[in-house]
């Protein structure tokens, strides 16, 4: 599942930085989260690394794209060819 980043979005801009797949984009007035590329940080860290930073709360579960763990690992080979996993 994809991650969100909702309206109680501050724009500090701490999580852009910390996403190993570069799926974060400053918005409008909130920072975006490209589903696309968002793999929850499975294949790079053990837990998502915008959902840790994120002072007011405001990454959370995208329930209109959910996937398993071995499809977000999949997704994470194909942003990171040649690498090899260090979470799964």
Request: charged share 25%.
């Amino acid at each position: 599942m994809a991650y969100i980043i909702n309206d109680e979005c501050i724009s500090c801009g701490a999580c852009e930085p910390e996403c190993p797949n570069n799926a974060i984009t400053e918005g409008d007035t909130v920072f975006i989260i490209d589903p696309a590329k968002c793999t929850e940080c499975i294949g790079s860290f053990e837990t998502p690394q915008c959902v840790d930073i994120c002072p007011v709360e405001a990454v959370v579960a995208d329930p209109d794209h959910q996937e398993s763990r071995e499809a977000l690992l999949e997704k994470w080979k194909v942003l990171h060819p040649g690498e090899e996993p260090t979470t799964f």
